[in-house]
């Protein structure tokens, strides 16, 4: 039986620990969430209740950006999801299937600068 590629071998790209609070939104709600750790195709973060597998949903993030911030908007798409046993929330992996390529360079700009700290 082969065995397959560790999850690190098959990132599209580098992720980063940070944790900043944001919401998500599908279909007449929103949710509170805070990210775990973000990646240019994607984040992990944990939420108050369980979002379906594969739910669509509207993403906005407030990156920090010295005094300011700035926003970048993505749709994205529920793909790995599980339980955090110490605080009984969600984990919920979140795929950006659509995002601007001005939102996709922001994104970039703030992981690769956090990466120089």
């Known amino acids: 039986m082969k065995t397959p590629k560790s999850i690190l071998d098959r990132r599209r790209s580098i992720r980063i620990s940070e944790s900043l609070p944001f919401r998500i939104g599908h279909k007449g709600y929103e949710v509170e969430a805070v990210t775990v750790n973000i990646a240019q ?37 529920v793909v790995r999801k599980d339980f955090d046993a110490l605080s009984g929330k969600c984990l919920v992996a979140i795929y950006f299937s659509d995002m601007k390529d001005k939102d996709r360079e922001v994104l970039r700009e703030f992981i690769e600068g956090r990466l120089k700290k």
Do not use: F
């Open 41 to 77: 195709h994607g984040i992990l973060c944990m939420v108050e209740k369980e979002i379906k597998m594969m739910t669509q949903l509207d993403v906005v993030l407030k990156l920090p950006a010295g005094r300011t911030s700035k926003q970048v908007k993505a749709k994205g798409v």
